[in-house]
């Protein structure tokens, strides 16, 4: 059974801002080190030549000795780790195909079928992602990796009594002969993943899997107060992130957690105090120092907000995080250098919608709309549940006198969700 409630779409779109930003493969190993047939040494010489050059990002390169590769033999490594390329590129059709043929050249390979399932969740289609996790699930029933993938997608399309029938099984395969839940911390740190998604996904349900991982020494404490957040309990939260502050003096991500939640409520002034003693105790993290920057603006501190995404950007300038908030940050002041940092937050996170919206909306305000009316297109495809989105196309078409257009995606942002488009309803 589907268990939708209202809201569910718009909080299935801000998750998949998070699922959907970056490639999957740039977070783990995925590429296959061995070809089916060893007594062709020229292949497995382009094989790994083509890795090395994959490795080091050089992907033009190593996509002409890919298909080089496949002239000498039609081999399922080389497909695969092709297609793995062809995702971080955004070629998604084309790495569908390879994927594919992959699968029909080795049907039994369980990375072949977790890339193949992470390429589908990441271009968003869910019920062909279910499918091909039934298939790997019968082929390979004992990998725990593949019921716990299950369990996501099956939440993220609402099926929540089949997404918790699937993560019991996960737990089931995990279970230690001589441990139980609360002493596993790799299956805490499961069950809080878990948790955080059905909450975002406005599923009650979550607190469960809170109170599974609470007892662990790897419990994050900032998790159950998260989950409330996310579930939009404030004063619940923050109960819970006060008392959790008293418990943990100095803790990554805890007062991150709860300075989120203050914002949240308006209480801008002690979020900003509770950011300035994280940034006391951990002075490098750029994360925190971005979130910082970003609630310096709300509170119109624009000077000391330029300083703190200065040094979030020296801390690491391949974070499309940081790059997104200076860029509108510099569209605040005026600054030419804005569409520097837009782009470059693009190149490293080119499937993000949030970015694909501000870079379309800061492009029409400045006349470009051959480019502005890409990015704000590009961002309704990669997020269609979003009526922001729907609703700056709106007025994308309204301004080129384009009202039927205009028209079409003011009844979609409506339709997907009033009270939000209503806040933003002077802007259009």
């Known amino acids: ?6 809201g569910f779409g718009e909080r299935r779109s801000k998750l998949w801002r998070i699922i959907g930003a970056e490639s999957p493969f740039l977070q783990r190993d995925s590429l296959i080190k061995t070809i089916e047939d060893p007594q062709v040494p020229a292949m497995s010489d382009l094989l790994q030549r083509a890795i090395r050059l994959h490795k080091e990002e050089r992907y033009y390169e190593a996509e002409e000795t890919y298909k080089k590769a496949l002239t000498v033999s039609d081999s399922s490594a080389v497909r695969n ?6 995702n971080i590129l955004a070629r998604y059709v084309e790495a569908d195909t390879h994927f594919k043929r992959a ?42 990796q593949v019921w716990r993938k299950y369990a996501f997608i099956l939440a993220y399309q609402g099926k929540f009594d089949q997404a918790e029938e ?29 948790a955080i998604r059905l909450a975002f996904l406005g ?14 020494e790897m419990f994050h404490p900032q998790a159950d107060g998260l989950v409330l957040t996310l579930l939009g309990e404030y004063d619940k939260a923050e109960q819970v992130f006060t008392e959790e502050m008293r418990n943990f003096s100095v803790k990554p991500d805890l007062r991150v957690a709860y300075s989120s939640l203050l914002e949240k409520q308006g209480k801008l002034e002690k979020a900003e105090a509770v950011l300035r003693k994280e940034i006391r105790d951990l002075p490098e993290e750029e994360t925190t120092l971005s979130h910082m920057a970003n ?27 940081v790059h997104f908030s200076y860029a509108q940050f510099l569209v605040r002041k005026a600054e030419d ?16 919608p949030e970015i694909h919206l501000a870079y379309g909306r800061y492009l029409t305000g400045i006349g470009r709309d051959t480019m502005a009316g890409y990015h704000l297109r590009r961002a309704a495809n990669l997020n269609p549940l979003d009526s922001i989105i729907h609703l700056s196309l709106a007025r994308f078409f309204k301004l080129r006198g384009e009202t039927g257009k205009s028209e079409v995606h003011r009844r979609k942002a409506f339709s997907l969700n009033s009270e939000a488009v209503k806040d933003h309803y002077w802007w259009f």
């Open 1 to 6: 059974m589907v268990e939708t409630h209202e």
């Open 81 to 86: 780790n092709y297609a793995v390329l062809l």
């Open 103 to 144: 699968l029909t050249l080795h049907p039994t390979d369980s990375l072949i079928f977790q890339n193949y399932v992470d390429h589908l969740i990441h271009i968003d289609l869910m019920e062909r992602a279910e499918e091909y996790a039934k298939q790997w699930v019968t082929v390979h029933p004992k990998k725990t």
């Open 166 to 194: 699937k993560f019991k099984q996960y737990e089931e395969l995990t279970t230690c002969k001589n441990t139980c839940i609360h002493e596993d911390p790799f299956r805490s740190n499961e069950n809080i993943k878990f």
């Open 203 to 216: 599923s009650q349900r979550a607190k469960k899997y809170v109170k599974n991982a609470e007892y662990t």
């Open 295 to 321: 609630l310096l603006l709300l509170t119109g501190k624009d000077e000391e907000a330029w300083k703190y995404h200065k040094k979030a950007l020296e801390r690491n300038p391949r974070n499309a995080l």
């Open 337 to 352: 250098k804005a569409n520097r940092h837009f782009l470059r937050a693009l190149e490293l996170a080119p499937r993000s």
